[in-house]
């Protein structure tokens, strides 16, 4: 059974960093699709950053050059690096696992697991 497991959050003012850590039990892939998700009040999840077997790495524009995301293999553990937190970066943060693969030259992503979420707070 794949268990994500998030810790990390907090609240902290407007410049602040965080760092955010999800545990990774049960899953093994060799096509694996990791990231992180948010999702602030009465507003849809978004894609903050995400990391592919493959090395490829995607930010939001909203985030990228303040949030760096990395992946330790060996303890099976994915970060989430957050510097000069904004306000607008306020919600409840998702780890996510799945895979990716190719479909006709096509990259495509399937997330398969979340974690529960970890609530990254920033005040003005």
């Known amino acids: 059974q794949v268990q994500l497991a998030e810790s990390g959050g907090g609240s902290v003012q407007s410049g602040g960093s965080l760092r955010l850590s999800c545990a990774a039990s049960?899953?093994?892939?060799?096509?694996?699709?990791m990231g992180w998700f948010r999702q602030a009040p009465g507003k849809d999840r978004e894609k903050v950053a995400t990391i592919e077997s493959d090395g490829n790495i995607n930010y939001a524009d909203s985030v990228r050059g303040r949030f760096s995301i990395s992946l330790d293999n060996a303890k099976n553990t994915l970060f989430l690096q957050m510097n000069n937190l904004k306000p607008e970066d306020t919600g409840l943060y998702f780890c996510?696992?799945?895979?990716?693969?190719?479909?006709?030259?096509?990259?495509?992503?399937?997330?398969?697991?979340w974690g529960q979420g970890t609530q990254v707070s920033v005040s003005s």
């Open positions: 996510a696992a799945g895979t990716w693969n190719l479909y006709g030259g096509t990259r495509g992503r399937d997330v398969r697991y």
């Open positions: 049960g899953y093994t892939n060799s096509n694996y699709y």
